[in-house]
């Protein structure tokens, strides 16, 4: 083992206060948010279990770990909700001035569609 795990390898967390791995070295069981969400789940408010640490660029880096059986499903848009998203994706696709919907989002900056702030281009 280099020195550089070594120094990073804490299991009973009595060092660093919870259990401490090296890269890629975490036990079977526990995951980051990342891994939960990819697996379809959330911490569930849990406490951290454990983390991992590494040399990375600007010092040491930090990831932390949740216990995978403690995890809950991740919750889900009801459709409701999912037509309230909808209908503001669809208002921000519609010009204020010519009231068409479009295929992109309406540029904030300009507060209309394209072809209504540049009326003489879109003619051409």
Known sequence: MSRIRAAYFDPDGSRYGIPTFWWRGAPPGYATRRQL???GLCPGG???AAQIL???VGGTR????YRVDLARPKRTATPAQRRAIAAALRARRTCRVCGVVRPYYIP???GECVDCAY???AAA
Do not use: D
Request: hydrophobic share 40%; aromatic share 10%; net charge positive.
């Open 37 to 39: 969400r990819a697996a």
């Open 46 to 48: 849990q406490p951290i």
């Open 54 to 56: 590494w040399r990375g």
């Open 62 to 65: 930090t990831a932390y770990l």
């Open 108 to 110: 904030r900056s300009l």
């Open 119 to 121: 009326p003489m281009e």
